[in-house]
C-alpha cells in the first residue's frame, strides 16, 4: 500500500506565500504522474499543478504564475510553492500519485485570510 504524507499547510494572509511537501512511501519515479489537487469547501475537489511522466508542469489557469509544482529527486519528494495567495486558495490540498492507481494524501489545510 503506497502512502503519501503531506506537510506545510496553515495560515496565511493574502499575498502571502506558504510551500506544501509530499513524501510518498515508494520511489517517486514509480509513479506515472504525481501532482497536486485542493477542495474547498462545499465545492469539488479540482486539479492545481500536476507533472507529467517526463517531468513537465501543467497549471490549472487560476494558479498560473503564483504556484509552482516540483521534484526533488535526492529527497524523493514533491512540492508546492505558493505565492501571492489569495481567499480564493482556501482549501484541503491533496497529494496525488499514479501507478495503475490513483494514491491520495491525508490533505493539508491551506487557509488565507483577508
Known amino acids: 500500500q503506497v502512502q503519501l504524507v503531506e506537510s506545510g499547510g496553515g495560515l496565511v494572509q493574502t499575498g502571502g506565500s506558504l510551500s506544501l511537501s509530499c513524501e510518498p512511501s515508494?520511489?517517486?519515479?514509480?509513479?506515472?504522474?504525481m501532482g497536486w489537487y485542493r477542495q474547498a469547501p462545499g465545492k469539488q475537489r479540482e486539479v492545481v499543478a500536476t507533472?507529467?511522466?517526463?517531468?513537465?508542469?501543467v497549471y490549472a489557469d487560476a494558479v498560473k504564475g503564483r504556484f509552482t509544482i516540483s521534484r526533488n529527486n535526492a529527497k524523493n519528494t514533491l512540492h508546492l510553492h505558493m505565492n501571492t495567495l489569495k481567499p480564493e486558495d482556501t482549501a484541503v490540498y491533496y497529494c496525488?500519485?499514479?501507478?495503475?492507481?490513483?494514491?491520495w494524501g491525508q490533505g493539508t489545510q491551506v487557509t488565507v485570510s483577508s
Open positions: 496525488d500519485a499514479y501507478f495503475r492507481v490513483n494514491y
Open positions: 515508494r520511489n517517486i519515479y514509480s509513479f506515472d504522474h
Open positions: 507533472l507529467t511522466p517526463s517531468g513537465l508542469p
